[in-house]
């Protein structure tokens, strides 16, 4: 595998923000239609969307970065994830929020994280239903907010105290929700689905998700990419580095806490 510097392949984010926006492209004209349903062995929802997607997805890194492998999760669920990766490869969720996807909500994502010796150094996310992108660069996030519409730089803004903001899950209870705005520090709280919360961290319109959940890594290499990238954190709640590459776990994650800037 070539020597390539961290600022060069956070570059690689323009190119993976097209893959994202020609899948996105495939699939926005699924959603609020009468979609086929499958559940996964995990009880997880896919469609005809994820897979066409994917393979959009797939054919595309393929002809741009030939060599590079990938790990996507319509693949990796039908056919089992790989037992071994080599150090830099790529993470690819078609449609992350697939159950909102369903349900008509507007808060999915199609999301491609590069990973590189266990870090995640380069992303792009587009939300197909708004036409939002969000990518790496070397100096930074740029965001489009419509489909082609002009770029500009994001970033996470500074802890506001006492008006701290939470994206957190659909299904969090009222005592559990409690509990960790006492552990964290937030003050108000948003339910969000998708990497989308990562990038509304990323560009400074939130300010935490703290995820003690199952999740797994190409639900949050993209985001975790482009957090960092736009000067947020995004660790085990302990602090402790946040790594990929957990082929001996299947590409599962443990828990993390994705964070704007200090206070």
Same mark, same amino acid.
Not at 94 to 121: Q, Y
Not at 141 to 161: H, S, Y
């Given at each position: 595998?070539?020597?390539?510097?961290?600022?060069? +392949?956070?570059?690689?984010?323009?190119?993976?923000?097209?893959? @994202?926006? &020609?899948?996105?492209?495939?699939?926005?004209?699924?959603?609020? @239609?009468?979609?086929?349903?499958? %559940?996964?062995?995990?009880?997880?929802?896919?469609?005809?969307?994820?897979?066409?997607?994917? +393979?959009?997805?797939?054919?595309?890194l393929a002809q741009a970065y030939p060599g590079v492998p990938v790990v996507s999760e319509e693949d990796a669920s039908e056919f089992g994830a790989p037992e071994?990766?080599?150090?830099?490869?790529? +993470?690819?969720?078609?449609?992350?929020? !697939?159950?909102?996807?369903?349900?008509?909500?507007?808060?999915?994502?199609?999301?491609?994280?590069?990973?590189?010796?266990?870090?995640?150094?380069?992303?792009?996310?587009?939300?197909?239903?708004?036409?939002? @992108?969000?990518? !790496?660069?070397?100096? =930074?996030?740029?965001?489009?907010?419509?489909?082609?519409?002009?770029?500009?730089?994001?970033?996470?803004?500074?802890?506001?105290?006492?008006?701290?903001?939470? *994206?957190?899950?659909? !299904?969090?209870?009222?005592? %559990?929700? @409690?509990? *960790?705005?006492?552990?964290?520090?937030?003050?108000?709280?948003?339910?969000?689905?998708?990497?989308?919360? +990562?990038?509304?961290? &990323?560009?400074?319109?939130?300010?935490?998700?703290?995820?003690? =959940?199952? !999740?797994?890594?190409?639900?949050?290499?993209?985001?975790?990419?482009?957090?960092?990238?736009?000067?947020?954190?995004?660790?085990?709640?302990?602090?402790?580095?946040?790594?990929y590459g957990k082929a001996d776990q299947g590409f599962r994650n443990g828990w993390f806490v994705a964070r704007?800037?200090?206070?």
């Open positions: 595998m070539s020597t390539i510097s961290t600022a060069a +392949l956070a570059d690689w984010g323009r190119g993976l923000a097209r893959i @994202t926006q &020609a899948a996105a492209d495939l699939i926005l004209p699924y959603w609020r @239609t009468e979609l086929d349903v499958v %559940r996964k062995a995990d009880q997880s929802p896919v469609t005809e969307a994820d897979r066409e997607g994917e +393979l959009l997805i797939l054919r595309q071994d990766i080599g150090p830099r490869f790529f +993470l690819v969720d078609p449609v992350d929020g !697939t159950k909102a996807f369903v349900r008509g909500d507007p808060n999915f994502t199609v999301n491609i994280g590069l990973i590189d010796n266990g870090v995640a150094v380069a992303g792009a996310i587009c939300a197909p239903a708004t036409g939002e @992108t969000w990518f !790496t660069t070397a100096d =930074g996030v740029l965001k489009r907010d419509t489909r082609d519409g002009p770029e500009r730089p994001v970033a996470v803004r500074p802890w506001p105290q006492g008006a701290a903001l939470a *994206l957190v899950s659909h !299904t969090m209870s009222e005592e %559990r929700a @409690t509990a *960790l705005a006492a552990e964290y520090g937030f003050s108000l709280r948003a339910p969000m689905d998708s990497s989308i919360k +990562l990038c509304r961290i &990323a560009e400074g319109a939130a300010d935490i998700y703290p995820r003690h =959940g199952p !999740t797994m890594e190409w639900d949050t290499a993209a985001g975790h990419a482009i957090l960092v990238a736009a000067g947020g954190r995004f660790t085990a709640p302990d602090g402790a580095p946040f790594v704007g800037a200090p206070a």
